[in-house]
C-alpha cells in the first residue's frame, strides 16, 4: 500500500515541475520577442521615430483642383488661371498666436488687426486648418516670409492657381467674379469639400455655373514638424480639373457693345432669332472684376454700392424701365389679334386725345394726320394707339403682353434676374385697392405708367417678331467641355412657346417697323444703313410726369430713357437688337445708333468672320405695303 501511494505522489511532484518549466519556457519566449521588438524599434526605426517623437504629426491636406476656363463662343478665352502665392496661417501650430500674426503683418506691410479680424472669423472650425490671410503676395513679399517662417510658426505660403479675367471690364456682368466663401456658405454643407480661403462663383457665369466650374478637390498626406512645417509628403490623390464653359457670346461684338455705352448708364443685348442665343449683353458702367480676386476693402465695396449708375446690376437683365413706344409693338399685335382694329383701319391725329376731361398728348405736337396701323408704327402716333389701347382694354392688353414674354422672368441662366411688370385691373386692386382707370390703360398703351420691361426681355420679343413668331428661352451657355475637350453638355434651342399671332398679323407689324427706319418719316430715319436693312422701333419712357406744355426743364437724372428695338437683316433675321440709355431722352439720338453699330460690327463681320454680302443683306419689303 504505502509502495503506491509513494509512487502516486512521484508522479503527481513530475507533473507540477513539468507545468513550472512550461510556464519559465513561456514566459522567457515572451520577453525574448519583447527584447527583440524592441530592438528593432530602437535600432532598425529609431530614426523615424525619433522624428515623430519631436511632436511631428500626419495630416492631410487638400489640392486646389484647376478652375475651368471661361470662353467665348469661338474659344477665345475671357477668364484664365495663373499662379498666386499665398499665406496662410494654422492656429494650432502657432503656439502665441497673437505674437506670430503680428510679426506677418509687419512683413507683409497690412494692419495686425487685418489678420486677426481674418483668424477669427473662422474660430469654432478645427483649429489646424489653414486659415488664407492675403492672395498673391508677389516675389519679393514671398522671399521675406520664406526668410523669417522658422520665427513664424504656423505660417505657411502655397502655390495656388488665381482667377484672371482677360478682358477686365469685358462682360464682366456675365462672366461674373469669384469671392472668398463666407462662414454662412461653410456651414450650410452646400460646399462640403471647401475651407475657409477658398474661393466661389459669388455672380454671373462664375455662380451660374458653379458645378461645372469647380472640379475635385484632390489631397495629399503629409507629415508636418512642431512648426507646422512640411518634413516630406507620403501620398497624393490628384485634383480633377473644372470643365470649361464655352459661352454664346462673341467677344469682337461683346467689346463693341460695351464701348458703345461708355460714358452712360445703361444696357445692350443682342440675339441670335433662329436659337435665342445672346450674342452680346453689355451693362454700363462696367467694374473691373480682377479687384475681386484677391478680396476688396469695405469702404471700396461701399463706394461701388453707392455709385449713382449702380456699376454692379446687371442692368440688362436686373433693369426695369418703362419700355415707352417700343410697347408699341405689342398694342398692334394685340389689337390687330382681337380684331379692334386691322390693317385699313386709320385713326386722325391732331397731336392730342381728349379723353375724361384731359388731353393726352401725341409726341409731335402738329398730329400726324390719318394713320394707319403700319404708319403708326413707323411714325411712333401715340393717339393712333391710345385708341386701340381703349379698344382693347387693359386685361387683353395685358394677357397679350405676358403672352409675347414681359411680365415674367425670361429663365436665363443668371442670377437676380428681374420679372418686370404687366399690369391689370386685378394686379392694381391687389396692389392698391382701389379699380382700374380707363386714363392707365393710354398710358400703359404706349408703354407707360405701371409697366416695366428689362433690355434682355425686349431683346427676346423682338427676335420672336422677327423670326416668324417662335418664342425661346435665352442661352448663355453653348457648350461645357473637359480639359480635354470633350464634350459634356451640349445648348440646344429650347422653344418655350409661340405668339399668340397669325402670321398675316405679324407681318403687318414687321412692315410697320421696317418704316421706322426706312421710310421717309420714319422715327428712326437716322438708323437706316444702305447695305443692311434694319426694322426697328423707338421708344421715349419718361421717369417724371411733364406738365400738358412738355417744355419745362427737366434735371438731366430725371430726364426720360431712349430705347431702341431692332432686327437685321429684315428678310433673314440673324441678329435681334434692343437698347436702352438712361436719360438719354430720345430713342432715336441716343439708343438708335448704339443699335446701329452693333448690327453693323455682326453682320458686316458675319458670325463666322465673313463679310456679309450687300445682295442677301438688302433683300426686304420695299415701302410700307
Not at 205 to 227: D, I, K, W, Y
Not at 432 to 455: D, F, M, R
Request: charged content about 25%.
Amino acid at each position: 500500500m504505502e509502495t503506491i501511494e509513494s509512487l502516486v505522489k512521484s508522479v503527481d511532484h513530475d507533473w507540477y515541475k513539468q507545468r513550472i518549466v512550461g510556464m519559465m519556457i513561456g514566459v522567457l519566449a515572451v520577453f525574448v520577442v519583447l527584447l527583440v521588438r524592441l530592438l528593432y524599434l530602437q535600432v532598425v526605426l529609431g530614426e523615424d521615430y525619433y522624428r515623430l517623437s519631436m511632436n511631428n504629426s500626419i495630416r492631410l491636406q487638400t489640392v486646389d483642383p484647376p478652375r475651368g476656363l471661361i470662353l467665348d463662343r469661338n474659344g477665345t478665352k475671357l477668364a484664365e488661371n495663373q499662379p498666386s502665392f499665398d499665406v496662410s496661417f494654422t492656429p494650432k501650430d502657432a503656439g502665441d498666436v497673437g505674437r506670430v500674426l503680428t510679426a506677418l503683418a509687419s512683413h507683409l506691410q497690412v494692419p495686425a488687426e487685418d489678420l486677426f479680424s481674418k483668424v477669427k472669423q473662422v474660430r469654432g472650425l478645427a483649429a489646424f486648418k489653414p486659415v488664407l490671410l492675403k492672395q498673391n503676395i508677389g516675389r519679393d513679399l514671398l522671399a521675406v516670409v520664406e526668410a523669417r517662417k522658422v520665427d513664424m510658426p504656423g505660417v505657411s505660403v502655397q502655390v495656388r492657381l488665381r482667377r484672371n479675367y482677360l478682358y477686365a471690364v469685358n462682360a464682366s456682368h456675365v462672366i461674373g467674379y469669384l469671392g472668398e466663401i463666407n462662414l454662412d456658405e461653410l456651414k450650410s454643407g452646400d460646399f462640403p469639400h471647401l475651407r475657409s480661403g477658398d474661393f466661389i462663383g459669388k455672380f454671373g457665369v462664375e455662380r451660374s455655373c458653379e458645378s461645372f466650374l469647380r472640379g475635385e478637390p484632390g489631397g495629399r498626406q503629409v507629415e508636418v514638424n512642431a512648426n507646422g512645417q512640411i518634413m516630406r509628403v507620403l501620398q497624393t490623390v490628384s485634383p480633377q480639373p473644372g470643365r470649361n464653359v464655352h459661352l454664346t457670346l462673341e467677344r469682337d461684338l461683346q467689346q463693341r457693345a460695351e464701348d458703345l455705352l461708355e460714358g452712360v448708364a445703361g444696357a445692350a443685348v443682342a440675339v441670335e432669332p433662329a436659337t435665342g442665343h445672346i450674342l452680346a449683353m453689355a451693362s454700363s458702367p462696367s467694374f473691373n472684376q480682377n479687384v475681386f480676386v484677391s478680396g476688396i476693402s469695405p469702404d471700396f465695396w461701399e463706394s461701388l454700392i453707392a455709385h449713382p449708375f449702380r456699376p454692379l446690376e446687371n442692368k440688362a437683365v436686373q433693369g426695369e424701365y418703362p419700355p415707352g413706344s417700343t410697347f408699341k409693338i405689342v398694342t398692334a399685335l394685340a389689337g390687330l389679334e382681337e380684331k379692334v382694329i386691322d390693317e385699313t383701319t386709320t385713326f386722325d391725329c391732331e397731336g392730342f386725345l381728349p379723353f375724361a376731361g384731359r388731353d393726352y398728348r401725341c409726341w409731335k405736337k402738329e398730329g400726324h394726320g390719318r394713320v394707319d396701323v403700319r404708319r403708326a408704327l413707323a411714325e411712333s402716333c401715340d393717339v393712333f394707339f391710345y385708341r386701340t389701347g381703349l379698344r382693347l382694354g387693359i386685361d387683353r392688353l395685358a394677357w397679350y403682353a405676358k403672352s409675347l414674354g414681359l411680365g415674367g422672368r425670361t429663365g436665363v441662366t443668371l442670377d437676380q434676374e428681374a420679372r418686370g411688370l404687366i399690369p391689370s385691373s386685378t394686379w392694381k386692386k391687389k396692389r392698391y385697392g382701389v379699380p382700374w382707370q380707363e386714363g392707365e390703360t393710354l398710358s400703359v398703351s404706349i408703354g407707360q405708367g405701371y409697366v416695366l420691361a428689362t433690355p434682355l426681355q425686349m431683346a427676346m420679343l423682338t427676335a420672336s417678331v422677327a423670326n416668324g413668331g417662335t418664342r425661346y428661352r435665352p442661352a448663355i451657355m453653348e457648350r461645357v467641355e473637359t480639359m480635354e475637350g470633350e464634350v459634356v453638355y451640349q445648348s440646344a434651342p429650347q422653344e418655350i412657346g409661340r405668339l399668340p399671332i397669325s402670321p398675316r398679323n405679324l407681318k403687318i407689324v414687321q412692315q410697320g417697323i421696317w418704316g421706322a427706319v426706312n421710310g421717309d418719316r420714319g422715327t428712326a430715319r437716322r438708323v437706316h444703313l444702305n447695305d443692311i436693312e434694319i426694322a426697328g422701333k423707338t421708344g421715349t419712357s419718361q421717369v417724371v410726369g411733364r406738365k400738358d406744355g412738355g417744355d419745362d426743364y427737366i434735371p438731366p437724372h430725371l430726364r426720360p430713357h431712349a430705347w431702341f428695338v431692332c432686327y437685321a437683316p429684315f428678310n433673314a433675321p440673324q441678329i435681334a437688337v434692343a437698347v436702352v440709355v438712361e436719360n438719354g431722352e430720345h430713342g432715336s439720338s441716343a439708343a438708335g445708333p448704339i443699335a446701329r453699330e452693333i448690327v453693323k460690327t455682326y453682320l458686316r463681320k458675319g458670325p463666322k468672320g465673313q463679310k456679309l454680302a450687300n445682295d442677301e443683306a438688302q433683300v426686304g419689303v420695299r415701302g410700307n405695303g
